[in-house]
């Protein structure tokens, strides 16, 4: 499998990040299985909204990835495609923070809760700007759109860090 030319430079990160993403992402979902009354207990005593934040922003860096292996994507297309998915998906974002900020866990205050969205909220950003940039006029922002993947990668994997502390302290009564 090749890379299109214009990609070929960024092939072997898009398919490293994909999978380390892909891979984390399976740990988390054992994870989560494993207890699943505590990871996904809806509500103020729940970590079911931290489980959603870390699982979509690893979906979000697979389907980067995935959209940059894709072979003979003009950067144009790729850009255009990856700006109406990410917009798309930001919505649910931006849902999901106002639902925490509004009723935040008895694990965290309102300003904790919209910490804790801040870097997802970053990452989204920046694939909406590099994207953006890459929509318009073809402008090389594929290093902006790595840049993007590894903040949201961070992101997941400090909010699954999290999620398998509280599924911890569930688990011994504190």
């Not at 994507?73 to 990856?82: A, E, H, K």
């Not at 309102?110 to 870097?119: D, E, G, I, K, T």
């Amino acid at each position: 499998m090749t890379a299109p030319p214009t990609f070929q430079p960024w092939f072997q990160f898009y398919a490293v990040i994909g999978a380390a993403a892909a891979t984390l992402m399976g740990l988390l979902f054992v994870a989560a299985s494993l207890n699943a009354a505590a990871a996904l207990a809806k509500g103020p005593h729940g970590s079911r909204r931290i489980a959603e934040q870390a699982f979509q922003n690893y979906l979000a860096v697979l389907m980067v990835a995935l959209l940059a292996l894709l072979p003979d994507l003009t950067v144009v297309t790729f850009g255009r495609v990856t700006l109406l998915t990410t917009a798309a998906w930001s919505v649910w974002v931006l849902v999901r923070l106002w639902q925490a900020v509004a009723e935040p866990s008895q694990h965290e205050t309102r300003a904790a809760a919209f910490r804790q969205h801040l870097s997802t909220l970053i990452g989204f950003a920046m694939l909406i700007y590099a994207a953006s940039r890459m929509a318009a006029d073809g402008a090389d922002a594929r290093d902006s759109l790595a840049a993007a993947t590894i903040v949201l990668l961070f992101s997941a994997t400090e909010k699954a860090w999290g999620l398998l502390i509280r599924i911890a302290g569930a688990g011994s009564g504190g």
